[in-house]
């Protein structure tokens, strides 16, 4: 991992996936594919949205309109181009209405559908950023309850070498360094 990313916990977990808690940058991981927190319209936004795009260049853009969006909970996968992740898997997270709106579900598929386009690529490092829990509103302890229990059940097969929590901030890295313990030691 390259500057100026700091590593906040680095746990073995079961089935030979590293589980990772980073702070920092996500668009800096040298990792086969970092995960955007997309909109619906994949055409870059706010957040790390954009600044994946930014990151990537005008190449991903012109890659994403030709994907015809993306709807939440879904997954989809393209180049990398001036990042250092090869791929970028983009994944439209739910926005928060309570969660009488099946968003607990919603944001389980993003990770679970993000993982299976990781699987059938054969991509082994993935970075994850705190999906929906910006602008979307998603409550982060909720939401990295989710990530961590989903991505736990789907790596059981050992398919996957690490998979990161790339945080942003201080409060939401503190937030995975409490949990992922917790949860593999339950595993």
């Known amino acids: ?20 808690v980073a702070l920092g940058d996500i668009t800096k991981l040298p990792v086969d594919a970092i995960v955007n927190a997309a909109n619906s319209s994949l055409l870059g936004g706010g957040g790390v949205d954009g600044a994946i795009h930014r990151a990537a260049g005008p190449d991903l853009l012109a890659e994403c309109r ?21 791929h970028v898997i983009h994944t ?48 982060a302890e909720p939401a990295a309850g989710i990530a961590i229990r989903t991505t736990l059940a ?13 945080c942003f901030g201080d409060d939401m890295a503190a937030l995975y360094d409490r949990l992922l313990p917790q949860m593999l030691s339950g595993a």
């Open 1 to 20: 991992m390259s500057a100026p990313e700091t590593i906040r916990s680095d746990v073995a977990s079961v089935a030979r996936t590293r589980f990772t």
């Open 66 to 86: 030709s994907l015809n969006g993306c709807r939440t909970g879904q997954a989809k996968i393209t180049m990398g181009y001036r990042l250092p992740a090869r």
């Open 92 to 139: 439209v997270g739910p926005v928060w209405n309570g969660g009488d709106h099946d968003e607990e579900e919603l944001l389980a598929g993003c990770y679970r559908n993000s993982l299976s386009l990781a699987r059938e690529r054969a991509l082994k490092t993935i970075a994850f950023p705190a999906i929906s829990t910006g602008i979307y509103r998603f409550p």
């Open 154 to 166: 789907e790596s059981k097969d050992g398919a996957f070498e690490e998979i990161i929590f790339c």
